[in-house]
Nanobody
Framework: VQLQASGGGLVQAGGSLRLSCDAS????????IGWFRQAPGKEREGVGY????????YYADPAKGRFTISRDNDKKTIYLQMNGLKPEDTAVYYC???????????????WGQGTLVTVSS
């Protein structure tokens, strides 16, 4: 299983970014792709997840109303569209995979390298 997050960068407050998570080597057992983030000096927190098979999504509170998780038709690329970005969204963003629909990071078994998102005020 391999995951690679990309698309991070520097953006002004109020701007948008779309992150991508490219997944390969999956079996059906790992059907959920989650997005997480870790801000400087803070613990990692969940952003949301998508169930690859049916596209069902869940958003944690920080993401509700501003972020959208989606998948490509081949279900191998997962996106995190972030709109209305705020300085407090500055973090390293990670994608990971689980075999259950959960936002608990301890249920995610494979993690990609993160991509840094910096939101300037």
């Amino acid at each position: 299983v391999q995951l690679q997050a990309s698309g991070g960068g520097l953006v002004q407050a109020g701007g948008s970014l779309r992150l991508s998570c490219d997944a390969s080597g999956f079996t059906l057992d790992y059907a959920v792709i989650g997005w997480f983030r870790q801000a400087p000096g803070k613990e990692r927190e969940g952003v949301g997840y998508i169930i690859r098979s049916n596209g069902a999504v869940y958003y944690a509170d920080p993401a509700k109303g501003r972020f959208t998780i989606s998948r490509d038709n081949d279900k191998k690329t997962i996106y995190l569209q972030m709109n209305g970005l705020k300085p407090e969204d500055t973090a390293v963003y990670y994608c990971a995979t689980s075999n259950m629909p959960t936002i608990d990071e301890y249920d995610y078994h494979y993690w990609g390298q993160g991509t840094l998102v910096t939101v300037s005020s």
